[in-house]
């Protein structure tokens, strides 16, 4: 299964972003989709995820600022981030689990990263 990133980029503090990524390949279903993120120096982090069924965690830094959708139908799911802070500043990156097949078996794949940048 690919997942293939678009958006990021460079906006001022307060400003908004929109990723979006999109799943293809055999898929059978999508369990979790999501967003990490990972600045320099630091490890990746989980930004926010959702189920299949819609339930969705946020990481404490984002909540209520950042947005998850997802299109079980399209096998996508958009990050709407705003009131963006400087300390978000991080290569972004998709990551999906789930079924594929045949023959079934499980997958866990992640998309290429795309920066965004804060300024102050």
Do not use: H
């Amino acid at each position: 299964v690919q997942l293939q990133a678009s958006g990021g980029g460079l906006v001022q503090a307060g400003g908004s972003l929109r990723l979006s990524c999109a799943a293809s390949g055999t898929i059978v279903i999508i369990n979790d989709m999501g967003w990490y993120r990972q600045a320099p120096g630091k490890q990746r982090e989980l930004v926010a995820a959702i189920t299949e069924s819609g339930s969705s965690n946020y990481a404490d830094a984002v909540k209520g600022r950042f947005a998850l959708n997802r299109d079980n139908a399209k096998n996508t799911v958009d990050l709407q981030m705003n009131s963006l802070k400087p300390e978000d500043t991080a290569v972004y990156y998709c990551n999906a689990e789930g079924l594929q097949g045949p023959p079934l078996q499980s997958f866990r794949s992640w998309g290429q990263g795309t920066q965004v940048t804060v300024s102050s």
